[in-house]
């Protein structure tokens, strides 16, 4: 890998001063001289001919879902770590499974973990049989399955899994390999640039909450330690925007971001919403476009950073493949089928926290969004073009977003 790096340079007394750094996209921290007036500064729109691909394989669709009686409930956990769970989740999940022939009642705890555990204590008394939770934590989501499980009420982790819980089954993408696939990216972005020993800083999700985000530094770290090892590049800061709450993203991202001096070629954001911070502090500076950036989910807002040449790439996660998947699992367990017969392959999945809770998992693929396959996304998410392409007429004809 040949990763020449362009100083985001500081100037020593400002920050003397406590100042915010002051960016230019060019030099070379090699030698560690200022700017370099002929260098020529990098572009976050990333253009790459293969980019990296999910190492798992997405279920058959071809094996029809088949019919089911009872009642499944779905508690799904805020509308502020991600706009998916009202646009796409509670939608697909209530079509997906009332065509099954299922009653289902869908709920949202917006960020209330008592009111998690009064939804739920709620659709247990109401007799489901099936319980499908996107936990706001971990303890929340165990607290709800022990009492499920005392009800005889299967659980379906969905989406995050709640360590040290009781849930028999889960079902979510496979988060280790999107954390691959957002570094490789990063990386494959900044060597195609020519850019050598970047520095990195990594702006990872609530890991205090959410093992997901957990898994996906785990999978970025995979790609990015062994080249830092090999003095390839330098993960000079890493920052975690606690409770996935954007509001913390900016301040964490500056304080980041003077904690390596100003000097950052490439910026490992776990989600869209963080790297939309993380460009506003860059435009502040006037770098927006000019350091490669990752994010995640394919919000309209990421989509649009995307085709701006902002922000670097997104993940693509197909909520269809999830909510069918779950909806899938749901359906073979009120039928006292086994999922296979459902077109699921299950896979092991161990708790580090509790080495007896083993857990039937279904781990989805996921795909890398650049300017090149924005249409994909759009396309894939039943986006409005319209509103993805406010603002960006130009771009979304050139990029074939219609």
């Not at 009642?105 to 008592?114: E, R």
């Not at 499908?132 to 969905?158: F, H, L, N, Q, R």
């Not at 079902?171 to 390999?177: H, I, K, L, T, W």
Request: glycine share 10%; proline share 4%.
């Amino acid at each position: 890998m040949s990763i020449v790096s362009r100083r985001v340079g500081v100037w020593g007394a400002a920050l003397a001063l406590g100042a915010t750094p002051m960016l230019a996209a060019c030099g070379s921290s090699d030698s560690g001289s200022g700017s370099g007036a002929d260098a020529p500064k990098i572009e976050a729109a990333c253009k790459l001919d293969s980019p990296p691909t999910s190492k798992a394989e997405a279920p058959s669709t071809s094996t029809p879902i088949g019919k089911a009686s009872g009642k499944v409930g779905v508690i799904l956990p805020d509308t502020t770590s991600s706009t998916r769970y009202t646009l796409y989740d509670k939608p697909l999940l209530e079509k997906t499974l009332g065509s099954a022939g299922i009653q289902v009642d869908v709920q949202n705890a917006q960020g209330d973990v008592n009111k998690f555990a009064s939804i739920a204590q709620s659709m247990i008394g109401s007799g489901v049989k099936v319980l499908m939770i996107d936990s706001i934590d971990a303890a929340s989501g165990a607290g709800v399955e022990k009492e499920a499980a005392a009800a005889g009420v299967d659980v379906i982790d969905y989406d995050r899994v709640n360590l040290g819980g009781t849930a028999g089954y889960y079902v979510s993408y496979d988060n280790e390999d999107i954390g691959r696939l957002q570094a490789q990216t990063l990386v494959d972005c900044l060597d195609a640039q020519d850019v050598k020993d970047p520095k990195i800083i990594m702006m990872n999700g609530g890991t205090d909450v959410d093992n997901n985000a957990v898994l996906f530094s785990k999978g970025a770290h995979a790609v990015l330690d062994p080249l830092q090892k090999d003095g390839k590049l330098e993960i000079a800061e890493e920052a975690t925007v606690k409770g996935w709450k954007v509001e913390n993203a900016a301040p964490a991202f500056n304080q980041a971001l003077t904690a390596a001096g100003g000097n950052v070629q490439g910026v490992l954001a776990a989600n869209d919403d963080i790297a939309n911070a993380v460009i506003g502090v860059l435009k502040n500076q006037g770098l927006d476009g000019h350091v490669v950036l990752t994010g995640q989910d394919s919000s309209v807002a990421g989509l649009q950073n995307v085709l701006k040449g902002t922000q670097s790439m997104t993940i693509n996660k197909k909520v269809q493949l999830e909510a069918d998947a779950a909806s899938r699992l749901a359906v073979a367990l009120l039928s006292g089928k086994n999922p296979s017969q459902a077109g699921l392959d299950l896979t092991d999945f161990d708790d580090p926290q509790s080495p007896s809770h083993k857990i039937k998992a279904v781990l989805l693929p996921a795909q890398v969004i650049t300017q090149d396959s924005v249409k994909d996304a759009v396309k894939d998410g039943g986006l409005d073009v319209s509103e993805v392409c406010k603002g960006l007429t130009k771009q979304c004809s050139e990029f074939g977003v219609s």
